[in-house]
């Protein structure tokens, strides 16, 4: 049982294993855990694929504790992302926004399943045309008549 | 109809392969930070003098009204990259007649200060950054970083890393030249 249980504790340690440090943590709890929301959506400009609530680089720890500043003096979550996307560009979101330089971003995707849409509907268009079964003309059912009635009577000989 | 419908193939490999060849371009950085201050007003900071350093401290007002675009460099005692890039300022300083103003950044006072006094001191100016939050305020990923600021405290240019070799120093002089600090015969 204890054995199960360390085994338990051990795995779950990494878990713990955070970033933040007790002394950056607000005592309001409230505030603490929008703190810990927004940090997840900040790039840490050192490390680039992490968020700041995760990274333990330097830069990473003092953007933390200035979101935190930034909500103890008052500021509506909204303000705090936008404090510091003034400083260090759209670059710092880690969900890039939706502006003009952005579109491509976001559009393409949606363009692309409209081109393969298009594309897949004119060429079932065309197969469903080639597959419409024609009637033989006049001329046509008397050759295959005539070919027909040849082959039989070289046959028989 | 069909006849268009054929080339799409083609027109696709032609847009995947200008994405490729663009990738592919030895001189993109992908991991570079794109600086949201260049053509912007410098960011407003007031920083103290470094203690037990005979120079004063930095700021924002310091950075317009200069009669010729000015050099800010961030550095930090703590940083290996900054001694080597220590004798490229100070040639700009001496060699160039540039104004080169400091920003010393999370540094203990007397480290920086045994710092300059061992390699010598070029800057006008140095404001003592030991919060960083001036540097949150220049959007700084890292020491060092290398500012010009024109004579109306705009940003003009932005150099992540070491002005340190060929490659960089040449970039950098560029830069100086087309903000209008060296003139080109100087390159």
């Known amino acids: 049982m204890l054995r199960y249980f360390s085994l338990i504790l051990a795995l779950s340690l990494p878990l713990a294993a955070l970033a933040v440090e007790p002394d950056e943590m607000l005592d309001d709890s409230a505030l603490e855990s929008r703190a810990r929301e927004i940090s997840k959506e900040l790039r840490c400009v050192v490390c680039l694929n992490q968020d700041i609530d995760s990274s333990n680089a330097g830069v990473a720890r003092d953007l933390r504790l200035l979101v935190r500043e930034r909500l103890v003096s008052g500021d509506s ?3 705090v992302v936008a404090f510091i996307q003034a400083r260090y560009g759209d670059y710092v ?25 298009g594309i897949v509907a004119v060429a079932m268009r065309k197969r469903r045309k080639k597959s419409v079964p024609k009637v033989l003309s006049d001329a046509e ?7 027909i009635d040849q082959h039989k009577s070289g046959e028989t000989t | 109809m069909g006849r268009i419908l054929a080339l799409t ?50 700021a924002r007002s310091d950075l317009t009204g200069n009669a010729t675009p000015v050099v800010m460099n961030v550095f930090a005692s703590w940083c290996v990259p900054c001694r080597a890039e220590h004798a490229v300022l100070t040639s700009l300083v001496q060699r160039d007649d540039i104004t080169l103003f400091g920003i010393n950044y999370k540094d203990k006072p007397e480290d ?8 010598g001191n070029p800057y006008a100016r140095i404001g ?20 010009i600021i024109g004579p109306d405290g705009t940003v003009l240019y932005r150099y992540v890393g070491p002005v340190v070799g060929e490659d960089a120093v040449g970039k950098f002089r560029e830069a100086l030249v087309q903000s209008g600090a060296i003139s080109r015969e100087d390159l």
Request: no cysteine.
């Open chain 1, 77 to 79: 979550d909204k303000e």
């Open chain 1, 93 to 117: 979101l880690l969900k890039p926004p939706l502006n003009e330089k952005t579109y491509v971003l976001w559009f393409a995707p949606l363009g692309m399943v409209a081109v393969a849409i």
């Open chain 1, 141 to 147: 059912e008397r050759e295959i008549k005539q070919f």
């Open chain 2, 9 to 58: 193939p083609l027109l696709i490999a032609v847009v995947f392969g200008g994405f490729f060849l663009w990738g592919l371009n030895p001189e993109r950085d992908p991991n570079e930070v794109p600086s949201v201050l260049i053509s912007q007003p410098a960011p407003e900071f007031a920083l103290e003098p470094v203690a037990g350093v005979d120079t004063p401290g930095l």
């Open chain 2, 112 to 119: 920086a200060a045994r710092w300059l006094a061992e390699l």
């Open chain 2, 128 to 147: 003592s950054d030991q919060s960083g939050r001036a540097g949150i305020e220049w959007g700084i990923s890292g020491v060092p970083e290398t500012f």
